[in-house]
């Protein structure tokens, strides 16, 4: 054990004084004991946050789950029936659960709500439905639209899961905004903003005075959905209850945005590239409907593979420079 931690003490050390020479150029050439003591301890905290798995932060406390939701029998055994599946489609898609958690940390959303595309997709980013529905978060065509997702002859949008997140969390602070009440916005998604506020104006005339999802004539469907999301929810808030374990995912982004610059153009050159196994790559960049990538949209590449496909970018550009400028030297010599 003590040789296990004094491993870990010189790996951290070691990192501090590698990424230090790295950035040289940036930092003063007499740096001081107490600059580097500052820097390796710095590094120290990093490693550390780095190990611990995303449930076991900030990102994922206590203090996130808002809802104070309050489950039925038939709920806690919906929850029961579904555990695994959740458990099992976190793990499938780890890729992307950092990025959605904190993207609801963010925006101040309630960590609850990252049930719901657990819920609509299980976090597939390429599911659609029978009924129109696409990707992570099963969007129709016209609401991907009204949403900013875009498409073009080689992407598209509304399968993109970082781009069709961001929609996400825009669409449900709206839907919030407008119903006042977060298991109303869970049955608007489900339903539609519409029909929830047709709901809304029967209840109303009904003379209820605060309509909320348990005194509202709500569809068998919105009803099942409501109960399904709740369900969801608590397993994420207590996975114990349910016999599992939400699984292992480390604290740090899964990938890094590349500006390609026109330099690559394929998925497959950049896993040459890089070194970065093609069908992580695929699913990073699930917005891409073929091979051929573009400049407008860049490319999501695994976090420990970025600076690879930089570095070959790089050399790309240094190479294209130097035939440019041995072109027009040639001209002028001619």
Not at 18 to 47: F, G, R, W, Y
Not at 89 to 113: G, W
Not at 168 to 177: Q, V
Not at 210 to 231: D, I, Q, T, V
Request: hydrophobic content about 40%.
């Amino acid at each position: 054990m003590i040789r296990k931690t004094l491993f870990l003490c010189l790996s951290v050390v070691t990192t501090a004084f590698l990424s230090l020479n790295a950035c040289t150029s940036n930092v003063k050439a007499d740096v001081t004991p107490t600059e580097l003591s500052k820097i390796v301890h710095e590094q120290e905290l990093k490693h550390a946050r780095e190990q611990k798995s995303v449930w076991e932060t900030e990102l994922a406390d206590e203090s996130r789950f808002t809802l104070n939701l309050v489950l039925t029998n038939q709920e806690k055994a919906i929850a029961k029936k579904f555990a695994r599946t959740v458990t099992h489609n976190l793990k499938r898609n780890e890729l992307f659960v950092h990025y959605l958690l904190t993207a609801l940390k963010d925006n101040d959303l309630p960590l609850e709500l990252a049930a719901i595309p657990l819920l609509e997709s299980g976090l597939n980013p390429y599911a659609r439905s029978t009924g129109g529905a696409h990707g992570a978060w099963q969007y129709i065509r016209s609401t991907g639209k009204s949403l900013g997702l875009h498409r073009t002859e080689n992407y598209d949008g509304i399968y993109d899961f970082f781009a069709s997140t961001d929609a996400g969390i825009k669409y449900l602070k709206k839907l919030y905004a407008d119903l006042g009440d977060w298991e109303l916005v869970a049955v608007a998604y489900n339903q539609g903003e519409y029909g929830t506020k047709k709901a809304i104006q029967r209840a109303l005339d009904r003379g209820i005075k605060n309509p909320n999802a348990e005194n509202m004539n709500l569809s068998r469907s919105s009803k099942g959905y409501l109960m399904r999301f709740k369900a969801y929810s608590d397993v994420l808030k207590n996975p114990s209850l349910y016999g599992v374990s939400l699984p292992k995912i480390k604290n740090r982004p899964a990938f890094k945005k590349v500006e390609v610059a026109d330099r690559i153009n394929s998925l497959n050159e950049a896993a040459r590239l890089s070194g970065a196994q093609i069908d992580v790559l695929k699913k990073l960049n699930s917005g891409y409907t073929g091979d051929k990538i573009d400049a407008v949209h860049g490319i999501y590449m695994p976090i420990d593979k970025a600076a690879n496909l930089e570095k070959a970018i790089s050399s790309k550009g240094s190479v294209a420079s130097n035939t440019k400028l041995s072109n027009s030297l040639l001209i002028v010599t001619k």
